[in-house]
């Protein structure tokens, strides 16, 4: 059974912090990682990554993939308020409906 | 643009009622998704259709239906709710597999 753990699964942390996210995986068939952000409601897209060693960069938020140990971590720099969120993980498989997501990091950024 | 529209936003239902949940998407996109996400847990698939007039299920098919007559349309149907189908339901829209999702605004059900 395919498998995608996050940790931590929450976080508090004060605005200024680096945060790192950690999502590990063990699924057949890898193809991809994507990383979304939930704030109330529907979550949003950040990275897609597809190839160990290669960072993805979107200004404060950096994401790496690294197959060999079948995890990538999400990196937040200098933390605003507007980053508390829900940060899920979800890897994709070669098919449609072989996703799996893992059960979320709760962050929050106190001020 | 308005992406991915989800009706209603809301709903209460007794046990045994049956509803339907219906997502539109104005992207154009061939692949549409229905997942359900519980306090604590992240995504789980319900059924995906991979264009116009096809259906699959996904991780957690029970007690769900859902049909795809027209390609910007997808619908989950609960034919008799039960409690353990209280949930935030969300329907999502991907121009091909393993492309990033796109996300409605979600549903909260209820169940009592």
Redesign the interface.
Known sequence: EDK?V?SP?SLVVHEGDTVTLNCSYEVTNF??L?WYKQEK?????LF?LTSSGIEKKSGRLSSILDKKELSSILNITATQTGDSAIY?C?V?G????K?T????TTLTVKP | NAGVTQTPKFRVLKTGQSMTLLCAQDMNHEYMYWYRQDPGMGLRLIHYSVGEGTTAKGEVPDGYNVSRLKKQNFLLGLESAAPSQTSVYFCASSLTVNTEAFFGQGTRLTVV
């Open positions: 995608v996050q699964l193809r991809s994507l409601k529907a979550p949003t897209f897609m899920l979800a994709e070669w098919h449609a409906g996703s997501f893992g059960d979320g």
